[in-house]
């Protein structure tokens, strides 16, 4: 039997995403803007480059980290332009698209055109839905877009079981990205997956419920402090993978915990924060857009003591 293109394309891209999660975090590249609010081509490519010289099992641009919310259609093009050249083929470039149906299948037509591998479609916008609404949001944009989907549900987007059987059976959707951390509602979805389903922990600073996430069946997460730390990133990952628990606690304790509680001082800090300390270490992305604020002086200084301390437990410097 010969397979129809566009299946044996989701397939491979579902194969290559299944393997990079399983050596590596998912990197979630900031978007770099210039001191006045527009977009640095230069200083994303930089940042795109050193981000996929780390080896990150896929990387995710224009996503909730790259500040999707505030990028027009042009700036989205090259976003996405820009992290499939970097990629070069080696990873898998996945695509944040968004909003009602309508407009997340023009942002899809970008990321195709652009090379994109497969696109992950972020929470809807404002209204609260009911559950067959969320699957034919899902069915309008996969009926207009041959590239993959995984859904996100976050905020208001929570998949109940019966909604999610009928996700997971939309030819071209591949998987599930859990916000949420709802453990309990995340088994019953796991159990109701088709073989091969992918699942992704998507909680904010996701390495606090690695451990957790990993007990109901979804090890991968994505690690927004990759974007900026990816020594750290990459060290907890693999004392995770290696069951070393001593430096997993140690990093937790240390660093990650004090990064939540600082992230939980200012709405918008998961990633204003992560941007600001990238930025402490030379990396070209420049200040958030509104609506999100950069950090406030005395914030920064604590982060950048906290970025010390998580670089000295893993052998790195600022």
């Known amino acids: 039997m010969t397979l129809d293109p566009e299946t044996a394309d989701t397939a491979d891209t579902a194969r290559r995403l299944r393997d990079g999660m399983a050596r590596g975090v998912l990197s979630f590249p900031l978007t770099s803007f210039h001191d006045d609010g527009t977009l640095d081509p230069d200083g994303l490519r930089a940042h795109l480059a050193a981000q996929i010289a780390t080896g990150p099992g896929a990387v995710f641009p224009a996503c909730g980290t790259g500040e999707f919310f505030s990028l027009d259609e042009d700036e989205y093009r090259q976003v996405v332009t820009v992290a499939v050249e970097e990629a070069g083929g080696r990873v898998p470039v996945v695509a ?136 750290i990133a990459d060290a907890f990952f693999t004392a995770l993978h290696d069951g070393d628990d001593g430096t997993v606690e140690k990093l937790l304790r240390e660093f990650y915990v004090p990064l939540v509680e600082l992230r939980d001082r200012v709405p918008g800090y998961a990633v204003s924060l992560v941007k600001a300390a990238a930025r402490l270490r030379g990396r070209p992305v420049g200040p958030v857009r509104a609506p999100l604020t950069d950090p406030s002086d005395a914030d920064l200084a604590d982060l950048r003591a906290l970025l010390t301390t998580g670089l000295d437990l893993v052998g790195a410097s600022l």
């Open 96 to 231: 944040g698209i968004g909003y009602g149906w309508a407009q997340a299948v023009r942002f899809a037509r970008i990321a195709e055109e652009a090379g994109a591998d497969a696109l992950l479609v972020l929470p809807h916008y404002l209204v609260a839905v009911p559950q067959d609404g969320l699957v034919a949001q899902l069915e309008q944009i996969t009926a207009r877009t041959p590239l993959p989907l995984i859904a996100y549900q976050r905020g208001q987007v929570a998949f109940g079981a019966d909604a999610f059987r009928r996700v997971a059976a939309i030819p071209g959707v591949i998987g599930l990205k859990d916000g949420h951390s709802d453990l309990d509602r995340l088994q019953r979805l796991t159990l109701a997956a088709p073989e091969g389903f992918l699942f992704f922990n998507g909680a904010s600073t996701a390495e606090i419920q690695a451990r957790a996430y990993a007990t109901v069946g979804v090890p991968a997460y994505s690690s927004a402090v990759h974007a900026f730390a990816p020594e």
